[in-house]
Every structure is written in structure tokens, then in C-alpha cells.
């Protein structure tokens, strides 16, 4: 289950902050030692570049093992 204003994909979380100066939806995942930031002008582009993020992540994480 998620909490306002966060996002959950495959085990990991992300929180969401509108920006409303270029009017977009910022998230960074949360509870990791790197930092993964990413951004949507919807909820459906953010959940999107989320997914993406994240997959991108486990596949290098993936790699470097």
C-alpha cells in the first residue's frame, strides 16, 4: 500500500512533489544508497518515467553483480 504523495513499483517507493513552476510532478526514489530522480507533466507520464527508472536500475544493479 502507498502513502500520499509516494509511489510504489517492484518493491520500491517514490516520493511525488508538484512543482509548480515548470508545472511537473518530480519523484526520487526513496530508501536507496544512489539517487534516482525522474519527472512527469501527469500522473500517467510520471508513473511512466517511474517504471522506467526503476527497471533501468534493477537491470544495472543486475550488471554490476
Do not use: W
Not at 12 to 20: G, K, Q, V
Not at 32 to 61: L, N, P, V
Amino acid at each position: 500500500m502507498s502513502t500520499p504523495n509516494t509511489m510504489r513499483y517492484r518493491g520500491y517507493h517514490a516520493s511525488m512533489t508538484f512543482d509548480p513552476d515548470d508545472r511537473i510532478i518530480v519523484g526520487r526514489v526513496m530508501d536507496i544508497d544512489d539517487i534516482i530522480s525522474f519527472h512527469g507533466e501527469s500522473i500517467a507520464a510520471f508513473e511512466q518515467a517511474f517504471h522506467e527508472a526503476i527497471d533501468d536500475y534493477i537491470e544495472a544493479c543486475a550488471k554490476l553483480d
